[in-house]
Nanobody, 125 residues
């Protein structure tokens, strides 16, 4: 059973940047689509970004386009989310997830079978 571990969360001021990483143990990521989701306080979990298994296709939620960049390194079994120009509305717990095998980027959370424990991102104004 693959285990996903996020890292890189923290506290920043509005306009700042953070880079989240997701690593896998007990399994591989290289042939699976991957994604990032987040849950803000009092809100439902929502899609942030996703990447195809090859890493050649990405998908973003409208509210992060132009600010966040998802990438992956299949050789190192890692995935990253570079977040720039953060604002307080980005405050949430961010989760990485492993999606379908040999797939393009997926928006719907119900197709993701493995999830990390989450990492907190707090943006102050």
């Amino acid at each position: 059973q693959v285990q996903l571990v996020e890292s890189g969360g923290g506290s920043v001021q509005a306009g700042g940047s953070l880079r989240l990483s997701c690593a896998a143990s007990g399994g591989t990521l290289s042939t699976w689509a991957m994604g990032w989701f987040r849950r803000a306080p009092g809100k439902e979990r929502e899609f942030v970004a996703a990447i195809s298994w090859r890493g050649d296709t990405t998908s973003y939620a409208d509210f992060v386009k132009g600010r966040f960049t998802i990438s992956r390194d299949n050789a190192r079994a890692t995935m990253s989310l570079q977040m720039s120009n953060l604002n307080p509305e980005d405050t949430a717990v961010y989760y990485c997830a492993r999606g379908p095998r040999l797939s393009g980027p997926q928006v719907e959370s119900n197709v993701y079978a493995s999830w990390g424990q989450g990492t907190q991102v707090t943006v102050s104004s």
